[in-house]
């Protein structure tokens, strides 16, 4: 079965990190990117970067640069979201999504994982 | 960064109606030597992620009924569904994919009414 799958909803404290997983399965993990978007609660999706799955081409959205940092794992066909610097506002459910260079549709999404950001 | 704009923000449409959903990039998604806007249509219901209805602007993904059709071209854009079911219930976001950073339209809310 062709899907992405995320790891679990996190808790974190103003200020933590926080890295996420997508792992790709059912389908050659080498030949797609993987995008990061993010839902805060009730509101629209918000791109924050891609990664291509070798890793040597990685391009943030500006908001989060400095902030985020993607790296993939070949070997498992995981790839990691971290960001730093945790405020409220990063209360958001996490998607991946899959596309194959970047400038391309979002065919495959995985099911999302919730941060909770809170004091 | 090419900004989306969707109109309206809301609608509610009664069952078996037709439903209409705009949506407008700032700047044009067409790459002309390739003759495709490169602008993707999404449908999102509670507790899922987006899902893929429409690429290359009208390309329809398999499985999409088809009563969601779409036009437009380079900046302008339109998803229709004919004849609205209750299943339709979702928010539709409209996306660019022609030019890093990616955006998506704020998204339209279509409800029963």
């Known amino acids: 079965q062709v899907q992405l799958v995320q790891s679990g909803a996190e808790e974190k404290k103003p200020g933590a990190s926080v890295k996420l997983s997508c792992k790709g399965s059912?389908?050659?993990?080498?030949?797609?990117?993987i995008n990061w978007v993010r839902q805060a609660p009730g509101q629209g999706l918000e791109w924050m970067g891609v990664?291509?799955?070798?890793?040597?081409?990685?391009t943030y959205a500006q908001k989060f640069q400095g902030r985020v940092t993607m790296t993939t794992d070949t070997s498992t066909g995981t790839v990691y979201m971290e960001m730093s610097g945790l405020r409220s506002e990063d209360t958001a459910v996490y998607y991946c999504?899959?596309?194959?260079?970047?400038?391309?549709?979002?065919?495959?999404w995985g099911q999302g994982t919730l941060v909770t950001v809170s004091s | 960064d090419i900004v989306m704009t969707q109109s309206p923000d809301s609608l509610a449409v009664s069952p078996g109606e037709r439903a209409t959903i705009n949506c407008k990039s700032s700047?044009?998604?067409?790459?002309?030597?390739?003759?495709?806007?490169?602008l993707a249509w999404f449908q999102q219901k509670p507790g899922q992620p987006p899902k893929l209805l429409f690429y290359?602007?009208?390309t329809r993904v398999s499985g999409v009924p088809d009563r969601f059709s779409v036009s437009g071209s380079g900046t302008d854009f339109t998803l229709t569904i004919s004849s609205l079911q209750a299943e339709d219930v979702a928010v539709y976001y409209c996306?660019?994919?022609?030019?890093?950073?990616?955006?998506f339209g704020q998204g339209t809310r279509l409800e029963i009414k």
């Open positions: 999504a899959r596309d194959r260079y970047a400038e391309d549709y979002f065919d495959l």
């Open positions: 290359w602007s009208s």
């Open positions: 059912g389908y050659t993990f080498t030949t797609y990117y």
């Open positions: 990664i291509s799955p070798s890793g040597s081409r990685i």
């Open positions: 700047q044009s998604v067409l790459y002309t030597s390739q003759n495709k806007n490169y």
């Open positions: 996306q660019q994919y022609y030019s890093l950073p990616i955006t």
